[in-house]
């Protein structure tokens, strides 16, 4: 009998734990979060098609239907092998129809003085060209008090989260938001099992675009000196490794993978393809994570990503045609939507070893971690949680005012840099 309970015993270690693994950043295995949203459709009574485009690593998009045409049909798009894509693209399917809905819901007027005239807003650029028309009042957020975020409430414009405000304000917001509308996105919102989850995903989006844009405006808008951080890919740990190799074959090109952590100490990579590109455009794929080996992790499989939903669908790549038929006038911000390494940009490059992982971190220990280091760099965050439903899934939304805002220039946005770079 011995060896009838040995083999259950290397059943149970080789087949059973690996599917029950909880990855970094996560409350739950992949099979029980997508236990959590699948359940969540079922009680709000809402379809779902799911499209798979590539193998193994993919992009999978998620659809979801609502009873009796109540709302457009949502799409959420997830990244990486196939139960991850495929759960991925449900929370974001989430994330989408429910972000515009709430956001609106908690949002309130309040006098343009009182939200402008804040410490965490001061001199920020889409705040001075809403200022120019001088409205009495505007549509926010209202953040509570958090210590490690400064001990101080936050009043944040609906707007820069919220890129569906301007074209539905509320009745009373007179600000003109003609010009300051460029800078409105929806980084920070995000979706998964229980709020400290979602909030640290929220956040670290947040610390991803602030990084990612400032890498493209220190390199392609005003092009310092500064070194382009490539990562040797034989420092790379074995699954990392093995993620990268995946990759390349899946798009059939050499990718490289920079550390664009700024001053934020919090890791975040992006993943490049110099031979292969959507429209002209060499799209990147960025990862943030406090364990560097799941940020360029994620960074890689982000780029298969956009490099698969273009093939599989035909209207993405027509996006990026548009993207740049709206730069066309604009040479130095065309640049840094084209993002073709030159070979200026060729000669900054520098060969860094892969950074380490920490040791794991509970995630309300993570979550302080990262909101530490935000406000040790001066660019605290705030955080809330927009809704949750029975099943657990929670929607989190992150705003950092003093964000770099640049990386809206990589989806074709007129947008320049939000401060100077030597």
């Excluded at 693994?21 to 699948?38: F, G, H």
């Excluded at 490690?148 to 707007?159: A, E, K, M, N, T």
């Excluded at 890791?267 to 990862?287: E, L, N, T």
């Excluded at 939903?309 to 790549?317: C, I, L, N, P, Y």
């Amino acid at each position: 009998m011995r060896w009838f309970f040995r083999l259950i015993f290397i059943f149970f270690v080789k087949v059973i734990l690996p599917v029950k693994t909880i990855a970094p950043e996560r409350s739950l295995s992949l099979q029980d979060a997508e236990v959590a949203i699948d359940k969540h459709f079922f009680n709000e009574a809402i379809g779902l098609t799911v499209d798979r485009y590539g193998s193994p690593l993919s992009s999978t998009v998620a659809t979801l239907h609502f009873p009796c045409g109540s709302m457009e049909d949502c799409v959420g798009c997830g990244k990486g092998y196939e139960l991850e894509a495929r759960v991925g693209a449900k929370y974001e399917a989430y994330e989408h129809y429910m972000g515009p809905i709430c956001l609106h819901a908690s949002s309130s007027l309040q006098l343009f003085d009182a939200v402008a005239s804040q410490p965490a807003l001061s001199g920020i650029l889409p705040m001075r060209l809403l200022g120019r028309s001088q409205p009495s009042q505007i549509s926010a957020l209202t953040f509570d008090a958090d210590a490690v975020s400064g001990d101080v409430g936050l009043l944040y414009p609906s707007f820069l989260i919220n890129h569906q405000y301007a074209d539905n304000c509320l009745p009373g917001d007179d600000a003109d938001y003609s010009a300051a509308r460029r800078y409105s996105c929806g980084t920070g919102i995000a979706a998964g099992f229980g709020f400290t989850e979602a909030a640290i995903h929220a956040a670290s989006e947040v610390v991803e675009r602030h990084s990612v844009g400032r890498f493209i405006a220190q390199h392609f808008f005003y092009d310092v000196e500064e070194p382009m951080r490539s990562i040797i890919p034989d420092s790379m740990p074995a699954p990392l490794l093995q993620i990268l190799r995946d990759a390349e074959d899946a798009i059939g090109a050499s990718i490289q993978v920079y550390n664009v952590t700024s001053q934020i100490d919090y890791p975040v990579f992006i993943a490049y393809c110099q031979d292969k590109r959507i429209s002209d455009v060499h799209v990147i794929g960025g990862g943030c994570s406090l364990y560097p080996s799941h940020a360029a992790a994620r960074a890689i499989k982000e780029l298969v990503q956009q490099y698969k939903v273009a093939e599989g669908v035909d209207h993405v790549s027509h996006e990026w045609s548009r993207s740049i038929e709206n730069l066309t006038k604009y040479q130095r911000l065309l640049r840094c939507l084209r993002l073709q390494f030159d070979a200026r940009q060729r000669a900054k490059i520098s060969l860094c070893l892969m950074p380490k992982d920490p040791e794991e971190m509970f995630l309300d220990q993570h979550l302080s971690h990262l909101k530490r280091e935000c406000l040790k760099a001066d660019f605290p965050i705030w955080l809330k949680e927009l809704h949750s439903s029975d099943s657990q899934v929670s929607l989190a939304c992150a705003v950092m005012p003093k964000m770099e805002r640049f990386s809206i220039v990589s989806l074709g946005g007129r947008v320049v840099p939000s401060y100077q770079y030597s």
